[in-house]
């Protein structure tokens, strides 16, 4: 059994403790008349360019479970119950959160659970858990 969900939140604005910047008047007036003369948008002879991907948050969750198990049957004695051979049940819990800083820096926060339980009686129950923090940079 695999289960995954996702949900995606746009524009989130949670994380950069920054308020909304707001021009003064004059500033304003200055941009427009800017703008009039150049209809380039060139403005001390850089482009401007507005990003058109906003920050993004997206939540996910995968859930795993699998049950892998042989069986012994013994035809001799049909009131004997069937014996595992071998076999594993394995249960992974894996939610992670991605965060878009920029358009080339994004920051991912995992953990991943895994739990291994054995069906014969020769190991034992083995337990692993996993997270951390990885920012991924892109060059373009």
């Known amino acids: ?42 403005r001390g002879g850089r482009n401007r360019v ?18 892998d198990v042989s069986y012994i049957f013994n035809f001799a004695s049909p009131s004997d119950a069937p014996e595992p051979d071998r076999g594993v049940k394995t249960l992974s819990i894996n939610p992670n959160v991605e965060y878009d ?17 054995p069906r014969t009686t020769n190991s034992f129950r083995t337990t692993n858990v996993n997270g951390g923090v990885t920012m991924r940079f892109k060059l373009n």
Request: hydrophobic share 30%; aromatic share 12%.
């Open 1 to 42: 059994i695999v289960l995954g969900f996702g949900y995606t939140i746009k524009n989130f604005k949670g994380f950069t403790g920054r308020g909304k910047k707001t021009r003064s008047r004059r500033d304003q007036e200055d941009a427009e008349t800017t703008d009039a003369q150049d209809p380039n948008n060139n």
């Open 101 to 117: 800083l920029n358009e080339n820096l994004t920051m991912r926060f995992f953990v991943d659970f895994r739990q291994s339980t």
């Open 50 to 67: 507005s990003s058109t991907r906003g920050r993004t948050l997206a939540i996910n969750f995968d859930f795993s479970l699998r049950d």
